[in-house]
């Protein structure tokens, strides 16, 4: 599924793929739905192979990790426990603030 915002721009696009706890096709469904009222998304897939992932493509002047996992939390969508997904999350957390901080200055 697509959200189209005519504000973002390409530069500030990022695509994460998040791995999660299994979930129901509903469950999938109901998180999908959820992210893509966000402003900033421009597209959430679930991994059709797989119900563990979801695949999510934002703008970071918008929207970052740390709101995506809030909104998933909020329904009831929760990222792998492990060591692993932790650190990976904390970097993509840092990939972000580092890709805003880019855009914004001026040489």
Do not use: C, F
């Amino acid at each position: 599924m697509e959200s189209h915002d005519p504000v973002i721009e390409d530069e500030a696009i990022v695509e994460r793929t998040l791995r999660t706890e299994p979930l129901s096709e509903n469950a999938m469904h109901v998180a999908r739905e959820r992210l893509l009222t966000l402003p900033g998304i421009r597209a959430v897939k679930a991994l059709e192979e797989r119900r563990d992932k979801l695949q999510i493509t934002y703008d970071v002047r918008q929207l970052d990790m740390a709101q995506i996992l809030a909104h998933l939390e909020d329904s009831g969508v929760r990222p792998v426990d492990s060591l692993w997904q932790r650190m990976r999350l904390a970097l993509l957390r840092l990939q972000d603030d580092n890709i805003r901080s880019n855009l914004t200055h001026k040489p």
